[in-house]
């Protein structure tokens, strides 16, 4: 990433936001390489047999973003934010219609030693991470942000820090609490 580039994104989302067709495609040059990491992270998450694959997710959430054009976007930190929490509702949406076709599984034992090597090969395990992460953003919105933004994008703590506007020891800090709270409402909700 050059220096500029984190200005550039900003510029093309408010020309964006303000009707410029041609700044959408040249934002999706821009972000799409993060846009497809993020993807892959978050489908290593995934059980092996996952349908969708990186190009797909990366190509739904974008179809998302692009969709939404009362989003008042902020900055870069934002928009891959609200990428991520994307991502994280294509899988949760996904893991729903996988259940609604399986109908009547056993319950998934839910163990969060260390999220962010959780391989998740269940459904019902997404939707149960989806449901604390809610709780979660009614609690801290900022922790909840930096899970979507640890877990679902597959963003290291220096790229956390850096979108997130917050020092490496304040990120490593709120990710320990964060993983502790939600280990917490994961083991209530699954014995």
């Known amino acids: 990433m050059n220096a500029n580039e984190p200005r550039e994104i900003t510029q093309l989302l408010m020309e964006w936001q303000n009707g410029d067709t041609n700044a959408s495609a040249h934002l999706v040059g821009l972000v799409y390489d993060t846009l497809r990491q993020m993807a892959r992270q978050a489908l290593q998450l995934e059980r092996p047999d996952h349908t969708l694959e990186p190009t797909a997710l990366v190509h739904e959430a974008y179809f998302r ?15 891959f934010a609200i990428a991520a929490q994307t991502m994280r509702r294509i899988l949760t949406d996904h893991a729903r219609a996988g259940l609604a076709e399986k109908r009547g599984g056993a319950s998934a034992t839910v163990s969060l030693e260390d999220l962010s090597d959780i391989s998740i090969q269940d459904p019902e395990y997404i939707l149960a ?3 604390a992460l809610d709780a979660l953003a009614q609690i ?3 922790k909840a ?9 597959g963003l290291s703590i220096d790229e956390t820090a850096e979108l997130m506007g917050r020092s490496r020891a304040t990120i490593i800090r709120q990710w320990r609490l964060a993983k502790a709270w939600l280990y917490r ?5 699954h014995p």
Do not use: C, P, Q, T
Not at 145 to 153: K, P
């Open 65 to 79: 973003l692009v969709g939404h054009r009362d989003i008042s976007w902020k900055n870069r930190s934002h928009f």
């Open 129 to 131: 991470v989806h449901h």
């Open 140 to 142: 801290d919105e900022e």
């Open 145 to 153: 942000r930096l899970v979507e933004l640890r877990y679902f994008g």
């Open 185 to 189: 409402e994961l083991a209530k909700s």
